[in-house]
């Protein structure tokens, strides 16, 4: 069983930056990929940011490349979220997810785990 915990959101300027974090609850860290979704208001969930196991290969959304950046320390069980250049529309509910796997996934069935989600509110 995997329990994840997001922290670090919260309101920013637009053009602001924020780095929200997830600490997993597990036993060995390095064996799950991890990834970043995140659902607006009245907005399907969707893809933000995936990374594998050891941290070497990332992917993330177009809406958000050049801007965010996936992390990940396996020592310390964290996965993390840079966010820079935010803007109104990144606005949502960022929810950390977890999976069994050495790659990268990009869709919401293929993880395993979820967090509660922390939200994120980019003012204009």
């Known amino acids: 069983q995997v329990q994840l915990v997001e922290s670090g959101g919260g309101l920013v300027q637009a053009g602001g930056s924020l780095r929200v974090s997830c600490a997993a609850s597990?036993?060995?860290?390095?064996?799950?990929?991890m990834g970043w979704f995140r659902q607006a208001p009245g907005k399907e969930r969707e893809f933000v940011a995936a990374?594998?196991?050891?941290?070497?290969?990332?992917n993330v959304a177009d809406s958000v490349q050049g801007r965010f950046t996936i992390s990940r320390d396996n020592a310390e069980k964290m996965v993390y979220l840079q966010m820079n250049s935010l803007k109104p529309e990144d606005t949502a509910v960022y929810y950390c997810?977890?999976?069994?796997?050495?790659?990268?996934?990009?869709?919401?069935?293929?993880?395993?785990?979820w967090g509660q989600g922390t939200q994120v509110t980019v003012s204009s």
């Open positions: 997810a977890a999976t069994d796997g050495s790659i990268y996934y990009t869709e919401m069935s293929e993880y395993s785990y």
């Open positions: 597990v036993r060995t860290f390095s064996a799950y990929v």
């Open positions: 990374i594998n196991w050891n941290g070497i290969t990332t």
